[in-house]
């Protein structure tokens, strides 16, 4: 079992940054693939960027195109996602999930955060 506690949206400029945490608690996090996803009003699900347990990371180019980097601190348990250069069309609920392994598709996550809302304003 994991358990994930997303923190640090808001409400941001375009053109600023943001970084959020997800708190992870359980005995075998490491060897979880992190995700991060989002999803705006009316629109599906969207994976963003996956840290895998080896350190191999994935993002989605379509969306974030080298904006975000995403970092896991394993002694604290923490993942993090740093988001820069936004944009309006960012703005969305942002989530937290853990995998068995490295993937951009959300039904192959088995645990998911609250989630976190930012807003980029234009």
């Known amino acids: 079992q994991v ?4 923190s640090g949206g808001g409400l941001v400029q375009a053109g ?3 970084r959020l ?5 359980g005995r075998t ?3 979880y693939t992190m995700g991060w996803f989002r999803q705006a009003p009316g629109k599906e699900r969207e994976f963003v960027a996956a840290r895998g347990w080896s350190g191999v990371t994935t993002y989605s ?6 904006r975000v980097t995403i970092s896991i601190d394993n002694a604290k348990n923490m993942v993090y996602l740093q988001m820069n250069s936004l ?3 960012d703005t969305a609920v942002y989530y937290c999930a853990a ?5 951009w598709r959300a039904n ?9 809302q930012v807003t980029v304003s234009s």
């Open 99 to 103: 995998a068995g392994r490295l993937s």
């Open 21 to 25: 945490s997800c708190a992870a608690s």
């Open 108 to 116: 192959e996550y088995s645990y998911w955060g609250q989630g976190t």
């Open 29 to 31: 996090f490491s060897s």
């Open 3 to 6: 358990q994930l506690v997303e």
């Open 61 to 66: 180019q379509e969306f974030v195109k080298g």
């Open 16 to 18: 600023g940054s943001l």
């Open 87 to 89: 944009k309006p069309e």
